[in-house]
C-alpha cells in the first residue's frame, strides 16, 4: 500500500467513526438497526458502507456492506481489489466488526434485471429490525441486500396510513412495504413482481412478521400485465406503492422497461386503479427522470424530501411524489 492509500483509509476512518457517533441517538430513538455510514463524503474514496445489526442470530454480531462505486478513470484491478481489501479492514477496526463480516461489492451501472441477478451462493442472511418489525437480509449473494435502507420514511409513511386499506405494492421485491402496511392494519396487501425469488423473499418477510393467508397475497407478473388485467376488472385499491427499477428487460416480460419513458403511462394506469380518497406514492432513483405534472391525471405533490432519512447525506438519493384521488 502506498502513502496515498494509506492516507485514504485514514481520512476513511475518521469520517465513520465521527457518522457513527453523530448517528448513534437518533438511532436508538428511532429504532433503526440497519442504517448507512458513509457515502461517497470523500470523493477519492467512492464507497458506501452500511451497518447492519442481526436481530436474529445468536451473538447478535453487527455486519458490514461495503460497496465501491465506479470511478470516472479506469485502475489496475490487481490494484483496486487490494485498496478495497486495506478499506474493509479499515471499516471492520474502526467500529469494532469482525473482518469475516465485513462483505464488499462492486457497484457498477448495470442494466435491468442484472442488479437483481444472483452473485454468490454465500447465504449470508440476517435479521435486521426496523420499526418493531423484522426483515430478512442476504450480504453475499446480490449486489443489493434486500432491503433498500433509503426508503425507511417512505415505508413508515405507508405504515401510518395504511390501515383498514386495500394496499398494491407493485415492483414488491422483498415485501418491505407489504410487511409495513400488514403491520399497520391494512385490510388487504397485495404484493406484485415478476420475480419467483423475490416474491418467495416477500412470503418469507411477511411470515416473519405473522402475515399470512390470503389477505397478503403474492402475484407474479409483469405489473403492466397486471394493471391493464386489473383495469378492466373491479379491483380498486386505497393505497397504491409504485417503486420501480430504472430500466428492466426481463425475458418473462413481454416489452422492456425504461422508467424515463414510461413513467405517465405507468402513472396513469395505477391512477385509474385508485379509489376515491386513495393515495399513491410513486419513487424513482432515476436521476434523469423529467417530471411533468400536466401527464398524471390527478394532483400530485414532491415529497422527496420528506423521505430523505438522516443517514443519507445524498438528498437526490431518489424522488417520490405523492399523488391523491379527491
Known amino acids: 500500500m502506498g502513502e496515498k492509500d494509506l492516507r485514504q483509509a485514514e481520512y476513511f476512518r475518521n469520517r465513520i467513526v465521527k457518522t457513527e457517533k ?107 429490525r426496523e420499526g418493531g418489525l423484522s426483515f430478512i437480509v442476504n450480504l453475499s449473494d446480490y449486489l443489493d441486500t434486500g432491503l433498500f435502507l433509503d426508503h425507511r420514511p417512505l415505508r413508515m409513511r405507508v405504515r401510518k396510513e395504511a390501515e383498514g386499506k386495500r394496499v398494491l405494492n407493485l415492483f414488491g421485491y422483498t415485501g418491505s412495504f407489504s410487511v409495513h402496511a400488514a403491520a399497520g392494519r391494512a385490510a388487504s396487501v397485495t404484493t406484485v413482481d415478476l420475480s419467483n425469488t423475490y416474491l418467495a423473499w416477500a ?76 393515495t399513491l406514492y410513486f419513487s424513482t432513483n432515476s436521476r434523469r427522470l423529467a417530471w411533468d405534472a400536466s401527464k398524471v391525471s390527478l394532483p400530485s405533490v414532491d415529497i422527496s424530501e420528506e423521505c430523505i432519512p438522516p443517514d443519507f447525506r445524498d438528498r437526490r438519493i431518489h424522488r417520490v411524489w405523492q399523488i391523491r384521488r379527491a
Request: charged share 30%; aromatic share 10%.
Open 22 to 128: 453523530q448517528l448513534r441517538r437518533w438511532l436508538r430513538k428511532e429504532e433503526v438497526f440497519a442504517y448507512r455510514l458513509y457515502d461517497r463524503d470523500i470523493p477519492e474514496v467512492p464507497l458506501a458502507l452500511d451497518l447492519y445489526r442481526d436481530a436474529g442470530g445468536k451473538n447478535d454480531e453487527s455486519a458490514l456492506y461495503l460497496a465501491l462505486y465506479d470511478r470516472p478513470y479506469d485502475k489496475d484491478e490487481a490494484e483496486e481489489s487490494a485498496w478495497l481489501a486495506l478499506m474493509a479492514t479499515t471499516a471492520a477496526e474502526a467500529l469494532g466488526i469482525r473482518k469475516e463480516l465485513v462483505f464488499a461489492r462492486t457497484r457498477k451501472k448495470m442494466r435491468g434485471s442484472e442488479q437483481y441477478e444472483k452473485l454468490g451462493t454465500g447465504k449470508a442472511e440476517r435479521i435486521v
Open 203 to 278: 412470503g418469507r418477510n411477511l411470515a416473519l412478521n405473522g402475515f399470512s393467508g390470503p389477505a397478503w397475497p403474492l402475484v407474479r407478473a409483469d405489473v403492466r400485465q397486471f394493471l391493464n388485467s386489473a383495469v378492466t376488472g373491479t379491483g380498486y385499491w386505497d393505497l397504491i406503492v409504485v417503486d420501480p427499477p430504472t430500466f428492466s428487460n426481463s425475458k418473462s416480460a413481454v416489452e422492456d422497461f425504461d422508467i424515463n419513458r414510461d413513467w405517465s403511462m405507468l402513472l396513469a394506469t395505477c391512477s385509474d386503479l385508485l379509489a376515491p380518497g386513495g
